[in-house]
């Protein structure tokens, strides 16, 4: 009975003492204590009636009252109240000291509160808020920016907001553009390795949110990081930057596979740097990107019993991956240049699978019933009924994807010129226009020569 009733006292001490501690970050007297929660319950009631005015006014006055550590949520409302208040007002001088009391929040935000049970880096995420919102008021000043959105880039890393990553890669962008001449080499090296880490990082990001409005703001990011990509990134450019990152660190393996997925992004394939790279990567890490390279390299050689035996890798090593309707076309395309026919269709249906509406599946298709003409020969007209039938399958692929139409045309043209002439096709019973089932059970149109 004597431990039990110990133990309730010492309960109760430690209930005591926790109620005391509560009430201490309220202030440091019941008199202050009760100024504090006041001003907070009044800036609070004007935040839920969107009176945001008021409530800027009434919070002014919770942090006069209340210890400057009372709530991480006072300099989050804060934040909200000032930018509302900037909004409604004209004034130049006034709107220039709610802008420098912005940046006062957000550092004494990161001074109090560097980490939280729930946020381990919340400086590092604070710190990309206030990057965001310097940008915006102070652009004039791109480095300064840069430097905020780097500094949180590199310590949140896969956790950085889809914000920060966006205003990261566009102030490093400027930093190249209109920077130092001399920095110019560093940054561009920068814009190409970051951006494959970028892609990582937002790739974790959509996976690891559940809040569909989150996953879009990553999406935009990644769209706009492309946007930036696509203006820097030519191989002229790239090849001699990376060239020199490699030779810098000939044992770096995680740098050699950055540059091999930019240099297969961007199909810089044709310089000295690629193969090598290619094969390092392959012999320690086979991977679905290594060896589409490597099937590229000996593809650009004209040796293609070699690039398709590394296409086919590449599929199978790909699995679902995003590239995967890539690695199936270029598979095929080399298939279908060793005539292997039936290995190239059927790469190309298993495209079609993935994307309907792939002109070039469609042409792919083409070329292979093209060049199966010959298993068609029969003596009449069976082997040039395939040129009817491929002329379909070009059709198809200009009518599901206008960016093949030229080539289209082509092959059409071509398939034209070897259709059977009207005397065959008499001579064989056959009239224009009636269906006709080719050798390989696929049914076409009956057309002659012109």
Known sequence: MKKITGLLTSLLMMSAL???AQEDKYGDTEEQQLRCKEALSVYKSFKTQKNYH???LAWQGACKECPPDVSENMYVDGVRFVKEEMKTNKDKVRKAALVDSLMALYDKRMELYPETKKEPLNRCSI???????????????VSGAFAMFKESFDCSKENSSAATISGY??????????????????YLSSLLTDYLTIQDYIDASVVRETDANVVEGYEKARNNVDEIFVQIASCDDMVPVLEQKVKDAPDDFELKKKVLRLLNKK????NALFLPVTEAVHDKEPSAESAYGLGIGYAKKSEYSKALGYFEQAVDLCGDCSNKETYLLKAGQVASAVKNSSKAKSYANRVLQKNPNSGEAYMLIGDAVAGSSSQCDDGKIGARAM???????YAKAKSVDGSVSELANKKIANMKAQFPSKEDCFTYGLKEGESFTTCTGETTTVRARQ
Request: charged share 25%.
């Open 18 to 20: 926790l109620v005391g």
């Open 54 to 56: 008021d409530a800027y």
């Open 127 to 141: 710190l990309g808020y206030k990057a965001g919102d310097y940008y915006k008021y102070f652009s004039d000043d």
């Open 169 to 186: 890669y566009l102030t490093l962008f400027y930093m190249f553009k209109d920077g130092d001449p001399a920095t110019r080499g560093q």
């Open 267 to 270: 199909e810089c394939t044709e």
């Open 387 to 393: 040129f009817w039938l491929a002329a379909d399958y």
